[in-house]
Structure formats: structure tokens, C-alpha cells
């Protein structure tokens, strides 16, 4: 089922996100000295015997819990965050992000492989990152992550835990915006183009020749709509 997208993130909403991202890791970490001496045991299932509120916390929240390894592992994922991504447990679970609930490269063309690897190398550089991810039916959606380090008692970088909410209405009210504010930004141009030339056409003592090459000359800077464009850039025969 698609979850409905979460509203704007504010300011106390990032710094709740950001708790929320610290709470659990503490947990985790915690939780990473039980396991560290069987490096087999899955991170996922050590924190039920060691914190009974771990479960509680993660599964009751409206955000996507993820935990990953620092090659892009999952080694869990909330139930809010299965159901948004569409996937089962045991279809996600020992699986790379990477191909699963990440594309390889977003629709802009940036490489998203490369930044998960980036992720584990330097996971203090994408403490808050957006990126566009994936749901199991192929549809594009825009993910606000906060993405917390976890470490063995004994310092080692053990996992990537990321705490995300759906930002994909926020986005595309953005490029919605973003697209208006040009086409305003054209038809000004193209307004201000049509008033030089009506001046210029009222000037009566204007010789022919210098008004019609500079109708020319102001044509394709102010006339770039597409329609327009095609006229004023057109050439005969």
C-alpha cells in the first residue's frame, strides 16, 4: 500500500528525526557489543534479546527504519518502510539497496550506486541526504534520509542505520514551481521584446531598413516560446 506523503518537513520535525535517528542507534550500538564476537549473528535480530523496547520503538513509528551494512546490505527494514517500498521481509532482507529500494541511477542521470558506496566509506558526509529511491513496482520516489554511523564497542564501523520520510509531493510541488517561475520568466522576456518593438514602430522618423533589422534582432532573445521561437528562427526556401 502507498503511504501518503508526509507534510514539509520543518525544522522541529528534522530535529525529532534526528532524535529518533540517535535513539535507535544507541540502541544498536548497545546491541553491536552482544554480537560483536559472532560476526555471523544478524545485527536485525540481536536487539530483541537485548532491548524489549527496540521492536516496540521502530515499528510503531511512521518513518522508514532502515538498517544497511556499509556494502549496501539490508539487514533491516521496518514494517512502515515495507509496506511503502511494497517489498515482504524475506524479499529485501541479505539483498543490496542497491537494485532493491534504490536505483542504480536516479532520473537525472546521478549515480546512486556510487553514492551508497560513499555512504559506507563516509557516512558522517550524508548525515541528512535526499535522493530519489524505489518501490517494487517501479515507481520513482523522493526520500528524506537522516543516516547514522553504528559502531562495535571496539570502534569498528558496523552498519549504516537511516531513518527516512516520503518528501515525492514536496519535490514535485518544487519542480512544479520551478517550471512556472521559468515559463513567467519567458513570457516576460517575450513581453518586454513585443513593447520595444511597438516603440520602435511608433517612432514615424525611423528609416524602414533600421526598423526591420532590429524587429530581427530582437526576435529570437524575446520570442522564445516554443511556437514563436520556431517562427522567429525560421528560414525561407
Not at 557489543?33 to 511512521?62: F, W
Amino acid at each position: 500500500t502507498k503511504q501518503k506523503d508526509t507534510v514539509p518537513m520543518t525544522q522541529d520535525h528534522t530535529k525529532q528525526e534526528e532524535s529518533l535517528t540517535e535513539h535507535i542507534a544507541s540502541l544498536r550500538s548497545s546491541a553491536a557489543g552482544l554480537g560483536a564476537s559472532d560476526t555471523q549473528l544478524p545485527m536485525a535480530q540481536v536487539p530483541q534479546a537485548a532491548e524489549p523496547d527496540y521492536r516496540a520503538i521502530v515499528q510503531s513509528v511512521s518513518s522508514i527504519i532502515l538498517c544497511m551494512r556499509t556494502d549496501g546490505t539490508v539487514l533491516f527494514m521496518n514494517d512502515f518502510g515495507l509496506s511503502f517500498f511494497g517489498f515482504r521481509a524475506d524479499e529485501l532482507l541479505g539483498k543490496n539497496v542497491v537494485g532493491t529500494v534504490v536505483p542504480q541511477t536516479d532520473t537525472a542521470g546521478r549515480d546512486l550506486a556510487a553514492m551508497i558506496s560513499d555512504i559506507g566509506r563516509h557516512p558522517e558526509l550524508y548525515v541528512r541526504n535526499e535522493n530519489e529511491n524505489i518501490c517494487r513496482d517501479g515507481r520513482r520516489v523522493w526520500v528524506s534520509w537522516t543516516n547514522k554511523a553504528v559502531y562495535t564497542p571496539e570502534g569498528e564501523l558496523r552498519e549504516i542505520l537511516c531513518v527516512g520520510n516520503d518528501i515525492t509531493v514536496r519535490r514535485e510541488a518544487e519542480k512544479a514551481l520551478e517550471r512556472r517561475t521559468r515559463e513567467l520568466g519567458e513570457r516576460v522576456k517575450e513581453l518586454n521584446c513585443l513593447y520595444d518593438i511597438s516603440r520602435l514602430l511608433s517612432q514615424t522618423d525611423s528609416d524602414f531598413e533600421y526598423v526591420m533589422q532590429t524587429v530581427v534582432a530582437l526576435l529570437p532573445g524575446g520570442l522564445t516560446h516554443a511556437g514563436v521561437t520556431g517562427l522567429a528562427g525560421s528560414k525561407s526556401g
